[in-house]
């Protein structure tokens, strides 16, 4: 199989959810140009006015749960949701792999003025549970993602919170048509056909190494309960615009910092900065997929306009494939997991149908930088 890459942005059609045209240019491409140009974006700020007016006339206790990490996108949904005038109760998954930086950022967010849950799950049960996952999927990630959905949307089905507000729509930022009718919603529909859990849901790794009771904070409550409640889960990106640029402003305004030394991968030294863990996540796309993190921000550039693909093709030769050494050890240490299973993994996680073997390196044909840096293709452990 030789992977097409998309001639206006940099995304090959080995990334899940993306297909090119006979015209060389990717879905996600022509949905950003579509959905720029199709929304009536006043229209669809009046409908959320209706929905922050709905759930202020529920008179819970809070109006809504906005999920947070306390990067740069959290700032500007809570700030959003402050300047509608919403009682915000800010929820967060509490990452194991969370750093100082981190930490401090999440400080300054719960500054702008919104009460805060910061949930952490029992260490040992995320060990096990991301050990098993990267191990059966090739994924670390599946634990952190069960759980930023799960949680929040627990909280507002307890607490009887009429609305969760999300940040951006994935499917219209990556592919997803203006006409869609569910892009507002992360409901149990979404869940079940969001790529990253694998397909899997939190009851589906119950087995000898995890109890129900331990997979209990990865559980979103039932479909049955969450429609009782009447609660409205959207994502804030379908109402209003959503442009990056605008909330780092809006964040470094209210005391976020970006990471001195740089990005650890990809193209931000504003972005994936607060946990040590979630490069590991990115870094499998490489032998999965055959790109990296780079590309998927770089394309996000290209589609604002913000740099030309010759210049994000060089900018991906000069930083090559940023494997990141550090947090692998970190996280292989957390997990238990030596580096030697770990390399196993990246063999074994390796699309064979992507990649090749020539003159002694694994190669992805049709990859469109030149002296691109290949790893070694180690035969033995190949076969």
Not at 134 to 163: C, D, K, N, Y
Not at 195 to 211: F, K, N, T
Request: glycine content about 8%; aromatic content about 10%.
């Amino acid at each position: 199989m030789t992977v097409r890459f998309c001639q206006s942005c940099v995304l090959p059609d080995s990334r899940p959810g993306i297909t090119i045209g006979s015209d060389g240019v990717c879905n996600a491409c022509k949905g950003h140009q579509r959905n720029r140009v199709e929304i009536d974006w006043a229209s669809r700020e009046q409908r959320l006015n209706e929905v922050v007016d709905w759930a202020k006339g529920r008179n819970a206790a809070y109006d809504c749960i906005v999920p947070v990490s306390g990067g740069k996108d959290s700032f500007w949904q809570v700030a959003r949701c402050l300047e509608m005038g919403l009682k915000v109760l800010a929820v967060t998954w509490k990452s194991p792999g969370r750093n100082a930086l981190g930490q401090s950022n999440l400080d300054a967010l719960v500054r702008l003025g919104v009460d805060h849950v910061d949930f952490a799950i029992d260490p040992s049960v995320e060990s096990r549970f991301m050990r098993r996952t990267l191990i059966e999927t090739g994924s670390s990630a599946v634990p952190m993602h069960l759980a930023i959905f799960a949680i929040p949307m627990r909280f507002a089905a307890r607490l009887g919170v009429p609305l969760i507000v999300w940040g951006e729509s994935p499917f219209m930022e990556y592919g997803g048509d203006a006409g869609d009718s569910d892009l507002d919603l992360l409901n149990h529909a979404w869940l079940k056909r969001h790529g990253i859990l694998q397909g899997r849901e939190a009851q589906d790794w119950i087995g000898d190494e995890l109890s129900p009771r331990e997979l209990e904070p990865f559980t979103p409550p039932s479909e049955a309960e969450f429609d009782a409640a009447d609660i409205r889960s959207i994502f804030l990106g379908y109402y209003l615009p959503w442009d990056p640029s605008e909330s780092l402003r809006v964040a470094e305004e209210h005391g976020f910092q970006r990471r001195a030394e740089g990005p650890k991968v990809g193209l931000y030294d504003y972005a994936d900065i607060d946990c040590d863990f979630i490069s590991i996540h990115h870094w499998f796309k490489y032998p999965k997929f055959g790109f990296t993190r780079l590309f998927d921000n770089l394309s996000l550039e290209i589609r604002n306009g913000r740099v030309s693909r010759d210049a994000a093709l060089a900018t991906i030769a000069r930083l090559g494939d940023q494997r990141p050494d550090a947090d692998i050890a970190r996280a292989l240490e957390f997990m238990d997991l030596p580096p030697t299973v770990f390399a196993e993994l990246e063999e074994h996680f390796r699309d064979l149908a992507i990649w090749q073997q020539q003159d002694g390196q694994w190669v992805v044909p049709g990859f469109p930088v030149a002296d691109w840096r290949w790893p070694r293709a180690d035969l033995e452990q190949a076969a």
